[in-house]
């Protein structure tokens, strides 16, 4: 009956480190969200971006993406890396994960494309069971804890896991729109040797639509938004970004429209940011201000950044990003 308990106890601790990481700048790095944007601009490039959420807490999560890509021509294909890798500090949950992205570009008009893409990945999650405290350990008479136990329950340290994902995009010269269903084979992600955790899918509906100013400005303005669904959790992700030169900066606020919780809030965040091309670089800084009254989290910060091999040149046939 006690691994019973336990297991049961194991499973809703890791529910909430079982969804999937959501990047604030989903405009700057598309790649976080979905993989048809692999080789979206023709030639190689290369990104990093990093995520600290709560620091301010004992509960922190650091998150971090990379990714190279390449375009290859003469198919009209891209072909991708990527590395995700969480982690969680109090509990020592880790994430990692290698994605291989494929993406086929087909041309529907005069403006619009249509990139659908694939994505096989290997994940591995892990955790710290050798600082799990359990019942026959405590000694209450000699006030000590006893280093081994006795109980039976099988924990593996280590779960491997194979993941499927698939995306599609359609985008003309400056506006895009995409949806991703990320773990349609639902992986097992258990962390005892006989259980069974099925991971759900993660689904998302993403856009950044042009608005126009007017033929005698530079200053571009986008509408951008971001639905996800996994489990019993959503978040819509909406706001605004303008571009004035080399800069760039965006306003958005993160809320949970179809909440599961009658105290769960309506909008969690608000989230600013900042951005700067530099020859082929392009940089990212965001920082999401808390507006519940989950206390002095220290909010939450990502910083990013992504290099084009080649130059930061325009193409035809690129999506605007």
Known sequence: M????????????????????????????????????????KVTRAGIIHRTQWPGLNFSINTQYAFVDNWFEEVD???????????????????????LNYVHEVQLSNDWFFRPSLTFGLGQKSFGFQDLLLEDQINLFQGVINPTSIDPIDLSDTRLFFDFSSSLMFYNEHSWVGFTAKHLNRP?????????VALDMFMSLHTSIHIPLGYRTETRLYALAN??????????????????????FALLASS?????????HLFHSINGFVGLEWESFKFGYSYDFNITDIGRTGGVYELSVSYEFGGNRSCFGCPDY
């Open 256 to 264: 949970n429209p179809f909440r599961s919780e009658i105290n769960s």
């Open 188 to 196: 097992n992600i258990s962390m005892t040797y006989d259980g069974t």
């Open 227 to 248: 639905a996800m669904t996994q489990g019993e959790y959503s978040r819509v992700d909406a706001g605004a970004k303008v571009e004035i030169d080399k800069f760039s």
């Open 2 to 41: 006690k691994k019973v308990l336990i297991g049961c106890m194991l499973c809703i601790s890791f529910s909430g480190l079982a969804q999937d990481p959501i990047f604030t700048q989903f405009f700057m790095i598309p790649e976080t969200l979905n993989p048809g944007f692999t080789a979206g601009k």
């Open 77 to 99: 294909s891209g072909l991708g890396i990527s590395i995700l890798n969480q982690k969680e500090t109090a509990t020592r949950y880790n994430l990692t994960q290698v994605n």
